[in-house]
């Protein structure tokens, strides 16, 4: 990422810095936790910066590396299990979160289809038609 930031419009950038600051948060409240020691916000901005530094350095280069290899222009998971085949863990850890997220995503559109099929609104079209009663209400 910062190894080429044209690639990556600012508004983007600064939402990856943010999630990337979160998850290490996270991470490092975990470890707190587990081992009975405490992260400053300063200490946790530095990792959270490094990272961020390490993963625009290390990681982008490579995945444009296999896009451009299979004439695509999007990174996939794949792509990142890829790179991260080195360490058994990360690539553990990857294909599990990938997986959670496959079903998560597979049991949302099973929702919406079946509301669908059986003539119910989608969360977003029940507001919409909630707005659409509150602004005809006030005519």
Do not use: W
């Amino acid at each position: 990422v910062t190894a080429c930031p044209c690639l990556v419009p600012a508004l983007s950038l600064q939402r990856l810095k943010a999630a990337v600051h979160y998850t290490v948060g996270c991470l490092c409240q975990e470890v707190e936790e587990d081992k009975d020691v405490q992260f400053s916000k300063q200490s946790i901005a530095a990792i959270s910066e490094i990272t961020f530094r390490q993963c625009g350095t290390a990681a982008l280069p490579g995945f444009l590396v296999l896009c451009r290899h299979a004439k695509r222009t999007t990174v996939t998971t794949e792509d990142v299990k890829l790179l991260a085949r080195r360490s058994n863990s990360l690539l553990k850890y990857i294909t599990q979160k990938s997986e959670e997220l496959a079903s998560s995503n597979m049991e949302q559109k099973k929702k919406k289809k079946s509301s669908v099929a059986k003539g119910e609104r989608t969360p977003g079209e029940q507001e919409a038609a909630v707005n659409e009663n509150e602004d005809s209400n006030m005519a």
